[in-house]
């Protein structure tokens, strides 16, 4: 069964610290993989989105990685900021199945001043 | 709007009424998708569209739930007979394409309540 984990469940760090979350997938076969940031009560917004040939992207302070061979990603935050607290989110899409998203259940970050 | 908008943001209903929530997407975009969230827990796919052409309901998760796109543009998601386990966050998010390496953009979803 294609499945997306993530770790840990729930982060606290203090603010200026980074930090990095981690994402294990089995979906097969790959096509990408995209994480986004979730706020309390708001919908998800895209940060990265890899392909198979890519082993690393970076938007602003976020900075993704993914190996393909493992079936693994990261996503590293640099000098974080009270803005980043949100729920960081994995998604693995299926390629031979057009428009299968495969979420997973999330981090929740919580960076305190 | 730029963006997704979903209505209403909140609903409450008791147990066996129906309910209608709405998405209007990015305008032109072709792809529409429905996700239930709980509270916790990462969106649960229910069904995609592209254009008024329903192309996937694989993850409705009874036949009380239906979704429609008449016209291409805004959908609804109605829930008839409404159950406690149906509360959840309804979330909706269009892509410019049907090509599968877009990115999706999402409403803020409605939090729906049964009591």
């Known amino acids: 069964k294609n499945q997306v984990e993530q770790s840990p469940q729930s982060l606290i760090i203090l603010e200026g610290k980074n930090c990095t979350l981690q994402c294990n997938y089995t979906v097969s076969p790959f096509s990408n993989l995209r994480w986004y940031k979730q706020d309390t009560g708001r919908g998800p917004v895209s940060l990265t989105i890899m392909t198979f040939s890519e082993n690393t992207k970076s938007n602003g302070r976020y900075t993704a990685t993914l190996d393909a061979d493992t079936k693994q990603s990261s996503l590293h935050i640099t000098a974080s900021q009270l803005s980043d607290s949100a729920s960081y989110i994995c998604v693995v899409t299926e390629a031979n199945y057009g428009q299968n998203f495969v979420f997973g259940p999330g981090t929740r970050l919580s960076v305190l001043p | 709007g730029a963006g997704v908008s979903q209505s209403p943001r909140y609903k409450v209903a008791k147990r066996g009424q129906d309910v209608a929530l709405r998405c209007d997407p990015i305008s032109g975009h072709v792809s529409l998708f429905w996700y239930q969230q709980a509270l916790g827990q990462g969106p649960e796919f229910l069904t995609y569209?592209?254009?008024?052409?329903?192309?996937?309901k694989s993850g409705l998760p009874s036949d009380r739930f239906f979704a429609e796109r008449p016209e291409g543009s805004v959908s609804t998601l109605k829930i008839q007979r409404t159950q406690k386990e149906d509360s959840a966050v309804y979330l909706c998010a269009s892509s410019l394409g049907p090509l599968s390496n877009q990115p999706q953009h999402f409403g803020d979803g409605t939090r729906l309540s049964i009591l």
């Open positions: 569209f592209q254009n008024e052409a329903q192309l996937d």
